[in-house]
């Protein structure tokens, strides 16, 4: 993990900072240079509302390497108010309990480590809406 | 404009084994594929292409082509390296197809290699995840086998189905790859052994997706006429990154305009076709591609599957060397095996019974299938 990345992505992360085009108006997350559906460089800086709904969940058992810690995980597709769909862990809820059609809101949870003195990146997650 | 025809000659073909091959590297996989090619005679290539995913973020030999190309013993040859995720083998296809149409080159050799067995699974399945959205989809504990499990479920929920019907494809391509003794998973795979398998992240099971593993496919292409497999089509199309347009959609529209794209340059259909080597990585992407090329309609390629309709015998056989779930993934070689295992079963040359139609369809995915790589191989 370096941390230079972790620091570039803090907007998106840590605020769901994304973009909205300046010129034909579509929102990207995370945030666009360029809009993909008009070319347009005209970014404006968008913070979506974190409110959305859970359109499909998974329970993970076996995770990627610096997943391990948070086996087992509910790992869903989150569709947000604005329109967009975001993959993302669930968290504050019982793996069992997660399922599509939930209504979620963005909390700020740990994602990952670097070993035991190594950097923490925190970042979003979704808890049931009212639990965060 | 109208499209150049395409009539490129598959004049040699080589494989190894699909293992975990301890005593085996990535160059020396290679080499052992690419030099089978070279042993079945004929003039030595003008140009090497090599098709790898993971070996850079492995650590493994980066420039892979130059070093295989030491290795064979051909020094003043073009060498080029693809990496196009699991895409890469089929793209490797590609990049040759266009050197020898382009007429820069007259015989091009492509290998395949990827070599698994020296890492973890966690590691592995973390590499393969940065051939997702490495910002913010492997960064968030996202890999393709997670992005298998959400679609198999909603796939599951949407359509209305119980969940043993994906033993279907897994059990086409252990019958298949059964008889083929090159195969990791070389035997049959009942319906119990299926429903014990072990659950990697709901409803998904180990026995869901294909067991990575070490191999390397080769092929010898030219533009020289004759006798045996040629590539009639080709077609390679991008769609939307991410793992939640197939998710939500249930469908992969890059895998449907590139099977038509290149059915359409080899004047052909679907209907044409005696047999399929389709990306089945995991069951979920096997079921959406089989869709999406025509194989059956949305909704209903597990029933078809349930029914028989692609076991070998049939009019549209799937897997004919097992696929990915039985012979073995390797995944950067993978559209090269493909290509192998079709033009053999086209040949009469692997014991796999197919009707008398003389094409074939290849296709591979890449980053969970945003790029659909297509070919279509007919027998003369």
Same mark, same amino acid.
């Given at each position: 993990?370096?941390?230079?990345?972790?620091?570039?992505?803090?907007?998106?992360?840590?605020?769901?900072?994304?973009?909205?085009?300046?010129?034909?108006?579509?929102?990207?997350?995370?945030?666009?240079?360029?809009?993909?559906?008009?070319?347009?460089?005209?970014?404006?800086?968008?913070?979506?509302?974190?409110?959305?709904?859970?359109?499909?969940?998974?329970?993970?058992?076996?995770?990627?390497?610096?997943?391990?810690?948070?086996?087992?995980?509910?790992?869903?597709?989150?569709?947000?108010?604005?329109?967009?769909?975001?993959?993302?862990?669930?968290?504050?809820?019982?793996?069992?309990?997660?399922?599509?059609?939930?209504?979620?809101?963005?909390?700020?949870?740990?994602?990952?480590?670097?070993?035991?003195?190594?950097?923490?990146?925190?970042?979003?997650?979704?808890?049931?809406?009212?639990?965060? | 404009?109208?499209?150049?025809?395409?009539?490129?000659?598959?004049?040699?073909?080589?494989?190894?084994?699909?293992?975990?091959?301890?005593?085996?590297?990535?160059?020396?996989?290679?080499?052992?594929?690419?030099?089978?090619?070279?042993?079945?005679?004929?003039?030595?290539?003008?140009?090497?292409?090599?098709?790898?995913?993971?070996?850079?973020?492995?650590?493994?030999?980066?420039?892979?082509?130059?070093?295989?190309?030491?290795?064979?013993?051909?020094?003043?040859?073009?060498?080029?390296?693809?990496?196009?995720?699991?895409?890469?083998?089929?793209?490797?296809?590609?990049?040759?197809? &266009?050197?020898?149409?382009?007429?820069?080159?007259?015989?091009?050799?492509?290998?395949?290699?990827?070599?698994?067995?020296?890492?973890?699974?966690?590691?592995?399945?973390?590499?393969?995840?940065?051939? $997702?959205? &490495?910002?913010?989809?492997?960064?968030?504990?996202?890999?393709?086998?997670?992005?298998?499990?959400?679609?198999?479920?909603?796939?599951?929920?949407?359509?209305?189905?119980?969940?043993?019907?994906?033993?279907?494809?897994?059990?086409?391509?252990?019958?298949?790859?059964?008889?083929?003794?090159?195969?990791?998973?070389?035997?049959?795979?009942?319906?119990?052994?299926?429903?014990?398998?072990?659950?990697?992240?709901?409803?998904?099971?180990?026995?869901?997706?294909?067991?990575?593993?070490?191999?390397?496919?080769?092929?010898? $292409?030219?533009?020289?006429?004759?006798?045996?497999?040629?590539?009639?089509?080709?077609?390679?199309?991008?769609?939307?990154?991410?793992?939640?347009?197939?998710?939500?959609?249930?469908?992969?529209?890059?895998?449907?305009?590139?099977?038509?794209?290149?059915?359409?340059?080899?004047?052909?259909?679907?209907?044409?076709?005696?047999?399929?080597?389709?990306?089945?990585?995991?069951?979920?992407?096997?079921?959406?591609?089989?869709?999406?090329?025509?194989?059956?309609?949305?909704?209903?390629?597990?029933?078809?599957?349930?029914?028989?309709?692609?076991?070998?015998?049939?009019?549209?056989?799937?897997?004919?060397?097992?696929?990915?779930?039985?012979?073995?993934?390797?995944?950067?070689?993978?559209?090269?095996?493909?290509?192998?295992?079709?033009?053999?079963?086209?040949?009469?040359?692997?014991?796999?019974? $197919?009707?008398?139609?003389?094409? &074939?369809?290849?296709?591979?995915?890449?980053?969970?299938?945003? $790029?659909?790589?297509?070919?279509?191989?007919?027998?003369?």
């Amino acid at each position: 993990m370096q941390i230079a990345k972790s620091w570039r992505r803090q907007p998106a992360n840590l605020r769901l900072e994304g973009t909205r085009c300046g010129d034909c108006g579509r929102l990207s997350f995370p945030a666009a240079l360029r809009c993909s559906a008009c070319g347009s460089t005209r970014a404006q800086e968008f913070r979506f509302c974190g409110r959305g709904e859970v359109l499909a969940v998974t329970v993970v058992y076996e995770a990627p390497r610096d997943f391990a810690e948070h086996v087992p995980y509910p790992a869903a597709i989150v569709r947000l108010e604005e329109g967009i769909d975001l993959p993302a862990m669930l968290t504050d809820i019982d793996p069992a309990d997660a399922h599509p059609g939930l209504q979620v809101t963005m909390c700020t949870r740990r994602i990952a480590a670097q070993g035991d003195a190594g950097p923490i990146v925190y970042a979003y997650k979704f808890a049931p809406a009212g639990e965060c | 404009m109208t499209e150049q025809p395409i009539n490129i000659r598959v004049a040699a073909a080589g494989r190894t084994r699909s293992a975990e091959e301890w005593e085996l590297g990535l160059v020396d996989l290679a080499v052992l594929a690419g030099g089978e090619v070279l042993d079945a005679g004929g003039q030595p290539p003008d140009a090497i292409i090599t098709a790898n995913a993971l070996g850079d973020a492995l650590g493994d030999q980066r420039n892979l082509a130059l070093h295989a190309a030491d290795r064979l013993g051909l020094h003043g040859v073009e060498t080029l390296c693809v990496s196009c995720d699991e895409a890469s083998g089929g793209s490797a296809i590609r990049q040759a197809i &266009a050197l020898l149409l382009s007429g820069f080159h007259q015989r091009v050799l492509v290998i395949g290699a990827e070599k698994t067995s020296d890492a973890l699974p966690d590691q592995l399945e973390a590499v393969r995840a940065t051939g $997702l959205d &490495a910002a913010q989809e492997a960064s968030f504990g996202f890999s393709p086998t997670v992005a298998a499990a959400l679609g198999m479920g909603r796939y599951l929920e949407h359509h209305g189905l119980a969940r043993e019907l994906f033993y279907h494809p897994a059990r086409i391509a252990h019958a298949h790859g059964a008889k083929n003794r090159l195969g990791i998973f070389a035997w049959p795979l009942t319906v119990e052994q299926y429903l014990k398998s072990p659950v990697v992240a709901t409803p998904l099971t180990v026995c869901d997706n294909a067991p990575l593993c070490d191999g390397a496919a080769a092929v010898m $292409l030219t533009r020289e006429p004759g006798p045996g497999v040629h590539i009639t089509g080709s077609a390679s199309v991008c769609a939307r990154r991410g793992i939640s347009a197939p998710v939500v959609d249930l469908s992969l529209p890059a895998a449907r305009e590139s099977a038509r794209a290149a059915l359409a340059r080899a004047g052909l259909t679907a209907a044409d076709m005696a047999c399929f080597e389709l990306h089945d990585s995991s069951s979920f992407l096997a079921v959406l591609s089989m869709e999406a090329v025509g194989l059956a309609p949305e909704g209903r390629a597990l029933l078809d599957a349930q029914q028989g309709a692609f076991d070998e015998g049939g009019q549209s056989v799937l897997w004919v060397g097992g696929g990915h779930k039985s012979r073995g993934h390797a995944p950067g070689a993978g559209g090269v095996f493909q290509l192998v295992e079709a033009a053999l079963a086209l040949q009469g040359r692997l014991d796999v019974r $197919l009707s008398k139609k003389e094409h &074939a369809l290849v296709q591979c995915l890449g980053s969970f299938g945003a $790029l659909a790589v297509t070919h279509v191989l007919t027998v003369r």
